[in-house]
Nanobody, 127 residues
């Protein structure tokens, strides 16, 4: 299984970025997907999740109203549109297909969390 995240970069506060994650080696449409992040010195947390068909989404309160998760099952891809970025959004962002809660995981990642993880893409937001 491969989850290839891309789209990170260096932006200024208030800017937007769109992250993409291309999945292979799994039946993508049967997995709910999450975007998670880990800032330096902090625990990994999942900030958004989308159901298998894309009809249901969940967000961490800190990104609600600014981030939008979506997916395209015809392209085996999941996306994270990030608007109004803040310096505290600086982190490595990962896409993940997790097992807990049917894959609709938001909040802190548990030690040894079961599922598939991508390699991460760095987002840096300068003030």
């Amino acid at each position: 299984v491969q989850l290839q995240a891309s789209g990170g970069g260096l932006v200024q506060a208030g800017d937007s970025l769109r992250l993409s994650c291309a999945a292979s080696g799994l039946t993508f449409s049967t997995y709910a997907m999450s975007w998670c992040r880990q800032a330096p010195g902090k625990e990994r947390e999942c900030v958004a999740a989308v159901s298998r068909r894309g009809r249901t989404t969940y967000y961490l309160d800190s990104v609600k109203g600014r981030f939008t998760i979506s997916r395209d099952n015809t392209k085996n891809s999941v996306y994270l549109q990030m608007n109004s970025l803040k310096p505290e959004d600086t982190a490595v962002y990962y896409c993940a297909a997790l097992q807990r809660d049917g894959g609709l995981v938001t909040g802190l990642v548990r030690p040894g969390e079961s599922g598939y993880w991508g390699q991460g893409t760095l987002v840096t937001v300068s003030s």
